[in-house]
């Protein structure tokens, strides 16, 4: 398989009454399905202590464990955890530290993506909120890329803070993960406007969107929304929630890794807020057939909400 299709698993969201038919709780849970429409397992019921309002799906990473994020709970600005699918064993592996007055901190707030894995076996991800951006200690925090290693999640490192660069160029409120490339180079989205490369040093844009005219109209959309997917042609597919001709949502596509990279609108749709997942449609074909589904996030609007793995997925 290429290497740029290492791309995190990006599960399908299983709605609140889904996990409360099953889990008889109110609280948000990890539910399990073998293929859509069926009935659905509860494998774990958040305590507060653990996380709350999960907003995102889970990545099932090589070591066979499901690794997802709270937007909140913990310490008020959510935790990233781990759960056995086998034994539901279940571990917080990170709480974010709450923030100060400024509304900043030193290792981000209120992470609403899924993690990915990277080539190199760690795992990356991504908060909207904390952080250190701004020019001045009263700037308040747009948000992190972190990242941490399987084997020993205790070594938490922060690679960036977004807003940082001038004129806000690294973007800021990320609400998506940054997903590898397969070469040592990680791609993601800001909400607040710019697709980034990180480097494995820096973060540098490739490819920043114009700002809204007064009718939410421009050109190639705005406000990108969710994680980027790498395809098997090797370019970079993600969804805006505004913009474009239409005032509505885009599908884009940019090739990446290449002098001035190329960027084009190949779809258009009313509003979503979501993530694409990526369908091999025929497995007879010597070259795999390729569709983008766009997966709105309705949970994204639930509390509390619940997240799960199924076929499609995989």
């Given amino acids: 398989m290429p290497k740029h299709l ?37 494998i774990h019921a958040f305590q507060p202590s653990e996380g709350a309002s999960p907003r995102a799906g889970l990545m099932l990473a090589p070591d066979g464990k499901l690794y997802g994020t709270t ?9 990233t955890y781990r759960v056995d699918p086998e034994t ?31 080539s190199d076996g760690l795992v990356y991800g991504t908060t909207r909120e904390g952080g250190r951006a701004g020019p001045l200690p009263t700037s308040r925090g747009a948000g992190v890329l972190f990242r941490f290693d399987p084997a020993n999640p205790t070594q938490f490192t922060i690679l960036h803070h ?12 990320p609400s998506g993960a940054a997903v590898s490339d397969g070469h040592g180079n990680y791609y993601g989205a800001t909400n607040i406007g710019v697709i980034y490369k990180w480097d494995g040093a820096a973060i540098t844009p490739v ?18 929304y969710g994680s980027p997917v790498f395809g098997a042609d090797g370019k970079l597919y993600g969804m805006t929630i505004y913009g474009g001709k239409t005032a509505a949502a885009q599908c ?13 609108v190949i779809s258009r749709s ?13 497995r007879f074909s010597r070259r795999a057939t390729v569709r983008f589904t ?17 076929q499609m997925a995989r």
């Fill in 88 to 118: 539901h064993a279940f571990q917080v592996l990170h709480v974010f530290s709450p923030l100060d007055a400024n509304g900043r901190n030193a290792d981000g707030y209120g992470p609403v993506s899924s993690l990915s894995i990277g």
């Fill in 270 to 282: 009313t509003t979503s807020v979501g993530t694409l997942i990526m369908r091999r449609c025929s």
């Fill in 71 to 79: 937007w909140r709970g913990g310490s008020g600005g959510g935790t």
């Fill in 207 to 224: 490819h920043v969107f114009e700002p809204l005219n007064q009718d939410r109209t421009n050109f190639g959309g705005a406000n990108p």
């Fill in 6 to 42: 290492n791309a995190p698993l990006v599960p399908l969201m299983i709605p609140l009454a889904v996990s409360l038919a099953v889990g008889g709780t109110t609280a948000p849970a990890v539910t399990l399905a073998d293929a859509p429409g069926v009935a659905v397992t509860n």
């Fill in 294 to 310: 766009a997966q709105t996030s309705l949970a994204d609007r639930m509390e509390p909400g619940s997240c799960s793995r199924s």
């Fill in 162 to 173: 977004f807003a940082t660069a001038a004129g806000d160029q690294d973007g800021a409120t």
């Fill in 252 to 264: 884009i596509r940019l090739t990446p890794r290449v002098r001035n990279s190329k960027f084009f």
